[in-house]
């Protein structure tokens, strides 16, 4: 109970110290406020270098040609065809990760 108070203590001389808001003023605290949320979890510098190096790669242009052949030979956008690439990947990609955690689960269970 003494923490209760102290805390609703602290709390309202915080406010009394806190300027009035304004609707005059000119910040959008609410988007500065989510703006920090996400840059603060994306790390971006990181991901940004990370990024680079990845599409700087013989991997990147390889999958980039694959897409540019599955344009030409279907005759659709390069949008499509890379959107194509990618679901077809995440597919495969999904299917074995399936397969090994049933095999797991099956190693595990003794089947």
């Not at 003023?25 to 994306?42: E, H, R």
Request: net charge negative; aromatic share 6%.
């Amino acid at each position: 109970m003494q923490l209760t108070e102290r805390t609703s203590t602290i709390h309202s001389a915080d406010f009394k110290m806190m300027p009035e808001p304004s609707l005059a003023d000119p910040v959008d605290w609410s988007k500065a406020f989510n703006t920090s949320i996400l840059s603060t979890v994306l790390e971006v510098k990181r991901q940004s270098a990370e990024l680079e190096s990845i599409l700087s790669t013989p991997e990147y242009e390889a999958l980039l040609l694959a897409a540019k052949s599955l344009s030409a030979n279907l005759d659709i956008s390069p949008e499509e065809a890379t959107e194509r690439l990618i679901q077809t990947f995440r597919n495969i990609d999904t299917c074995w990760k399936n397969i090994l955690l049933k095999k797991g689960a099956e190693t595990l269970l003794g089947l």
